[in-house]
Each structure stands twice: as structure tokens, then as C-alpha cells.
């Protein structure tokens, strides 16, 4: 994923271009602005990190552009989400079902998965297949107990017919990334994807998603608070801080010269 081929990728095209977002809440305290007009591209082929303390709007973010924002509360006042060239903002409940999921996929953090508790892990993963009407019950099965063999998950073809409580944490993880990875997507938003995991599972996860990346080419936004996992999986970083995009560069250049007093405090505060 990361680094190398980094100046190549700035000259490919966006494939994700967020202007002047603006999105409000509405709460007990009056209305906030969570997300105060920020400008964020995508990149065909790169990987981009978002990074920002917790609260600064960057799950925000990434549920308005699945179009999964909690309509009774929230609210995108101002600018614009284009996804290839197609604004986002202004397409109906129908037509966003199709985009997410098969064009743009998303994994959350544990806590916050998907996975349904009362369906099998077939019974979900078989989602994205339906797009391709031509497949049989049987190759629709072969295709997902051949996703998870390839997301490291042992004993596929019995897994395939279980429940997610009878996984663990990381193998429940996998499994999204299956689910995520079946439907092909241009662009994954990975919304800390490994932060409930332990150390060593991290590791897996990650080495996962940046060969499941390098085989099939799609662009990623990387939501983390951790800059480890930037320097070695971005191409370039943006830095959130209130609901504002304060400092976006190449990794490097980020960690380098960092401009925003913001990212400087960042960083210095590695080890
Ligand atoms: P993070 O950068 O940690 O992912 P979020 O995007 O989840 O932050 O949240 C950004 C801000 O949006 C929070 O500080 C909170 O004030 C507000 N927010 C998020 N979800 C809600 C909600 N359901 N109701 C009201 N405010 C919310
Ligand atoms: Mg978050």
C-alpha cells in the first residue's frame, strides 16, 4: 500500500472528491457543526489516511459518504460528494443502496460492525453477490468460503455456516473484510478497522487489506488514530481537527515538515 509509487498516484485520477462538506447535528444543545466545509480527493489506486483526535468528525465523515448518516439528526448543509464524477448527496435511498457496497465498501471498528446476529455468515456475505444474477446458489456459495480461504479464515466451508457470536474478534473482522472485498469496490473506507483488535491481529489485518489492495487495485481511505499504521500503510495524509481538514501531504512531507500546530502536536507526541 503505502509509500513507494506515492508522486505516481498524485498524478492519477481522483475518484473521490469531497468539497466544502458541511454537516450539522441537531442536539439537546442546539444545532453543531460536526463537519465545517472540509475538501478531502481520493485518488484512483492510493491510499489515503484520515487522522484526527477523537470526536473531530471523521466517522462523520465516512457515514456521509456511504450515505449512512442518522437522517433524524443529522443533516449535510453545504457542498458536495462526488464518487467518479456522480454526486452522492442528491441520489435516493435505491440508487445509494447500490453504490455502497459495491462500488465504495466500508469496514467499521468492532464495536460498530454490521454483521447480524440472527443470520449466518453465508446468509450476509451472499449480499453483494446478488448483483451478479448470473451466478448459482452453488458458485454464490463457492465464491464466499473462497473469500474467506482468502482472508485467512481456517475451516471456511464449516465457518461459512455459523453465526457471528461463534467467532472471535479478529476472525469476526475478517469476515467484513470478506464482505467488503466481494463486492469488488473502487474504494474501501477502512474507519479503524483494527483499533479493537489486538497488536497481533492488527498486523494481520493490515498485512490483509494491502495484499487484498495490491490484487485488485481499488482506493482506500484509511480512518486511524494511529500514525504507525499511516507511515506504513498512506500515500498521503489528511489531518482533521474540529471538523476542519487542517494539513493534507504526502506521508512523508507530513511527518517531515509538518505545517498545522495541530499535526505538530501530533507528532510529537510519538514515542
Ligand atoms: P471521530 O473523529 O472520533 O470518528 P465522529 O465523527 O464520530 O468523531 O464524531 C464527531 C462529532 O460528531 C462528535 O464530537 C459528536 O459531537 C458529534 N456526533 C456524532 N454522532 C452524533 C450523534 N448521533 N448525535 C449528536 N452528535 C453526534
Ligand atoms: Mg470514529
Known amino acids: 500500500m503505502g509509500g513507494k509509487g506515492a508522486s505516481v498516484l498524485a498524478?492519477?485520477?481522483?475518484?473521490?472528491?469531497?468539497?466544502?462538506?458541511?454537516?450539522?447535528?441537531?442536539?439537546?444543545?442546539?444545532?453543531?457543526?460536526?463537519v465545517n466545509a472540509i475538501d478531502l480527493t481520493v485518488r484512483e489506486g492510493e491510499t489515503l489516511g484520515l487522522v484526527g483526535e477523537s470526536g473531530c468528525g471523521k466517522s462523520v465523515t465516512s457515514m456521509s459518504i456511504m450515505g449512512l448518516l442518522p437522517e433524524a439528526v443529522a443533516t449535510i448543509s453545504g457542498g458536495s460528494i462526488r464518487f467518479r464524477g456522480k454526486e452522492l448527496t442528491t441520489l435516493s435511498d435505491k440508487e445509494m443502496r447500490k453504490v455502497r457496497g459495491n462500488e465504495i465498501s466500508i469496514i467499521f471498528q468492532e464495536p460498530m460492525t454490521s454483521l447480524n446476529p440472527?443470520?449466518?455468515?453465508?446468509?450476509?456475505?451472499?449480499?453483494?453477490?446478488?448483483?451478479?444474477?448470473?451466478?448459482?446458489?452453488?458458485?454464490?456459495?463457492?465464491?464466499?468460503?473462497?473469500?474467506?480461504?482468502?482472508?485467512?479464515?481456517?475451516?471456511?466451508?464449516?465457518?461459512?455456516?455459523e453465526y457471528p457470536h461463534q467467532l472471535s474478534g479478529g476472525m469476526r473482522q475478517r469476515v467484513m473484510i470478506a464482505l467488503a472485498m466481494l463486492g469488488e469496490p473502487q474504494l474501501l473506507i477502512a474507519d479503524e478497522p483494527t483499533t479493537a483488535l489486538d497488536v497481533t491481529i492488527q498486523a494481520q489485518i493490515l498485512?490483509?487489506?494491502?495484499?487484498?489492495?495490491?490484487?485488485?487495485?481499488?482506493?482506500?481511505?484509511?480512518?486511524?488514530?494511529?500514525?504507525?499504521?499511516?507511515?506504513?500503510?498512506?500515500?498521503r495524509v489528511a489531518v482533521m481537527y474540529a471538523g476542519q481538514v487542517v494539513e493534507v501531504a504526502e506521508v512523508r512531507d507530513l511527518f517531515d515538515r509538518p505545517k498545522h500546530p495541530y499535526t505538530k502536536g501530533l507528532l510529537s507526541s510519538l514515542p
Open 11 to 34: 498524478n492519477s485520477n481522483p475518484i473521490l472528491e469531497i468539497s466544502k462538506l458541511r454537516i450539522e447535528f441537531d442536539t439537546p444543545r442546539g444545532v453543531l457543526q460536526v
Open 118 to 161: 440472527v443470520f449466518t455468515i453465508a446468509q450476509q456475505l451472499v449480499e453483494p453477490l446478488r448483483q451478479h444474477k448470473r451466478l448459482s446458489k452453488r458458485e454464490r456459495r463457492e465464491r464466499i468460503i473462497e473469500m474467506l480461504r482468502k482472508v485467512g479464515i481456517p475451516r471456511a466451508e464449516q465457518i461459512v455456516d
Open 207 to 235: 498485512e490483509l487489506m494491502r495484499a487484498m489492495k495490491q490484487e485488485n487495485g481499488m482506493a482506500v481511505m484509511l480512518i486511524t488514530h494511529d500514525l504507525g499504521v499511516v507511515a506504513e500503510m498512506c500515500d
